[in-house]
């Protein structure tokens, strides 16, 4: 890579760490051209996650605690896209495509790690398919029409032990994120009940799941135990040392054999670092990447890790820095001050915050905070809570939104709106005209076709020419070969007819083969015979 032109600086997240560093970056970088900044994300938005919970409830609007990232970032290039992967040697990314199914690169003098992490359900059978996640928008939103949807359907259920199944709601995790979540849906069940006539709230049941002795354990003794008392209180059942070990499509079920009946199943745990992060040849502890104190990952000059994805030590040399919102705020300033102490030149910092308190809502104009050294509970810590995510939430337009949202809650009725957002169908019908390219050689592999009318060719440059290899019709398939080899396409499908297709995608048609050893086996006889001569992929 030639080193005349502007330096690139490329940041892979839009949570806490990589938003707050290109913020960061922007205003030490500003007025100078020698730079160019590129954020990729998977949401064109960032989320403010420690008030998602409130969207259960419907306390806050839908958009209240998004920003969108062009205008946080006006001097970075946003790309909306997943990572597929990294090339550390040639400095090189790739992210997946977009309508067209082309990979894109794109090439940085510095990377900046801030992926944060996924929900992790590994070796818990039947939580992928059955447990809902709550880490973005898309699961608050869903999770708040799905517990709405319950509520209807429990109103008119006359088989008593559905009703009780669609009544229950358990949510696993007594972290921040589990207790808040788990205060803002009771609040928001048992207030609505009386809006269904055919509901008893006696009916409902919360349960809280938590693995250890007491929730909260991120705060003293003290504020956990009087944090149970209040959702005690208000009809959470807690139950504790209760780890969940699977879920079926009717119930929640616990490591020692116990089986919840229920239709709304919360997890908000377990989570793991990134999957890119795995195929990076970079020292890593615990799944995370080990960073200096500068928040440089070690033995590199041009790379940096910050947030959940890095194990970023403390002054004490002995601990790391939790993965919250304020100290990846922290790191990002860090990080990025030192990256264009690298460019430029001048003193590098270290990082030394320690943390400047901790709070959780508990619901109903309550909540829990250590702060100042300090320990504050009910009306002072849940006004404290407000006033302190209000001010930290970026965008005075969404503060002002926020504002007259808990405002307006004080005095309104709970909406019960269900929002049915159709999902795209894992098997979709498309339609293509006489001259239309489905993809071409060298594309990526993300869908199998199906034909169901009409005729197409199959197309590969040999020598420079292009050559017809195949005329496919109804009944027939192409793609396979690119999704079974992971590999590019090898050849260019073109509509010679009015062309109709059933089109599976990668992630469907990989489930499949996966489950039916005999139809992936049948694929690859098919495959077979096409590499003996001219194939269709």
Not at 313 to 323: E, I
Request: charged fraction near 20%.
């Amino acid at each position: 890579m030639a080193d005349q032109g502007p330096k690139r600086i490329l940041v892979l997240g839009g949570g806490f760490a990589g938003v707050y560093a290109a913020i960061e970056l922007e205003r030490l970088l500003q007025g100078r051209d020698d730079y160019q900044i590129t954020l990729i994300n998977r949401e064109n938005y960032f989320v403010y996650q420690p008030m998602l919970p409130e969207i259960i409830s419907g306390s806050i609007g839908l958009f209240d605690t998004v920003s969108p990232l062009r205008r946080l970032l006006p001097k970075t290039n946003v790309q909306v896209r997943d990572v597929e992967s990294v090339d550390l040697e040639q400095k090189v990314v790739v992210t997946s495509p977009g309508f067209k199914p082309v990979a894109h690169r794109i090439r940085y003098d510095h990377l900046i790690l801030a992926l944060g992490t996924v929900t992790d359900f590994r070796g818990m059978t039947g939580l992928t398919q059955h447990a809902l996640p709550f880490k973005n928008l898309g699961d608050a939103l869903f999770l708040r029409n799905h517990v709405i949807h319950a509520l209807e359907e429990a109103s008119i259920e006359g088989d008593s032990e559905l009703r009780q199944a669609l009544l229950t709601f358990v949510i696993a995790g007594g972290g921040f994120s589990g207790v808040e979540v788990a205060a803002e849906l009771n609040d928001f069940v048992r207030g609505v009940a009386k809006t269904y006539r055919g509901i008893d709230r006696s009916e409902i049941k919360v349960i809280l799941l938590h693995g250890g002795a007491r929730i909260l354990p991120e705060l003293t003794e003290k504020l956990g135990l009087l944090a149970q008392k209040v959702l005690a209180q208000r009809g959470v059942d807690i139950r504790f040392n209760a780890y969940l070990q699977a879920a079926t499509t009717d119930a929640a079920i616990l490591r020692d054999g116990t089986h919840i009946p229920t239709k709304t199943l919360v997890s908000t745990v377990p989570s793991s670092p990134n999957p890119i992060l795995d195929m990076l040849a970079l020292p890593k502890e615990r799944g995370k990447i080990k960073v200096s104190n500068q928040l440089q990952v070690e033995g590199s000059d041009h790379l940096w890790a910050l947030g959940d994805c890095a194990l970023v030590p403390l002054p004490d040399g002995k601990s790391f820095a939790p993965p919250t919102a304020q100290h990846a705020i922290q790191e990002a300033k860090v990080a990025a001050h030192n990256l264009v102490a690298s460019l430029r030149g001048g003193t590098r910092k270290t990082f030394d915050f320690g943390g400047l308190g901790k709070m959780g809502s508990l619901g109903h104009h309550s909540a829990v905070a250590e702060a100042f050294g300090m320990q504050f509970s009910g009306l002072l810590a849940w006004l404290m809570w407000r006033t302190v995510y209000l001010m930290k939430l970026p965008g005075w337009d969404r503060r002002f939104r926020t504002a007259v949202s808990w405002g307006t809650d004080l005095f309104l009725p709970p909406d019960i709106v269900q929002l049915k957002i159709a999902h795209s169908a894992g098997v979709t019908q498309e339609h293509y005209e006489p001259g239309d390219d489905i993809f071409r050689q060298g594309d990526l592999g993300d869908r199998l076709y199906i034909i169901i009318k009409g005729r197409c060719d199959v197309l590969r440059v040999i020598d420079g020419r292009e050559q017809t290899l195949a005329n496919l019709g109804p009944g027939e398939y192409f793609g396979e070969m690119a999704l079974l080899n992971q590999t590019t396409r090898g050849a260019t499908i073109r509509c010679t007819e009015g062309l109709d297709v059933l089109s599976l995608r990668k992630g469907d048609f990989g489930a499949l083969v996966t489950h039916l050893p005999a139809l992936r086996e049948s694929f690859e006889k098919v495959v077979d015979r096409r590499n003996l001569g001219p194939g269709p992929d």
